[in-house]
Nanobody, 120 residues
Framework: QVQLKESGGGLVQPGGSLRLSCVAS????????MAWYRQATGNQREFLAS???????NYADSVKGRFTISRDDAKNAVYLSVNSLKPEDTAVYYC??????????????WGQGIQVTVSS
């Protein structure tokens, strides 16, 4: 079994910042690409950012320059620093990790989602 635990969300004022964390645990052999998505009420889930095993990053245009993805392989963790938050950033944020379990081929694993609300 693999579990993903997200943390760091909450209520923040416009212009504020947060740092989201996602930590994987369980019988993990290796973690490949890591990514963050979000889903606002009534909208489809959208891609935000990804990071490869060698640290190459990719961002959606809507968050480029405001959000930063990073990873710590020693902790099986991925982070998303979110700055200059706007009300339209309000959504449930999800991490997605491509994980190879011991003895099992790689698969996508999703976090449970964490709420970020931007409001004054």
């Amino acid at each position: 079994q693999v579990q993903l635990k997200e943390s760091g969300g909450g209520l923040v004022q416009p212009g504020g910042s947060l740092r989201l964390s996602c930590v994987a645990s369980g019988r993990i052999f290796s973690i490949y690409d890591m990514a963050w998505y979000r889903q606002a009420t009534g909208n489809q889930r959208e891609f935000l950012a990804s990071i490869t095993t060698v640290g190459s990053t990719n961002y959606a245009d809507s968050v480029k320059g405001r959000f930063t993805i990073s990873r710590d392989d020693a902790k099986n963790a991925v982070y998303l620093s979110v700055n200059s938050l706007k009300p339209e950033d309000t959504a449930v944020y999800y991490c997605k990790l491509v994980i190879r379990r011991i003895g099992i081929d790689e698969s996508d694993y999703w976090g449970q989602g964490i709420q970020v609300t931007v409001s004054s």
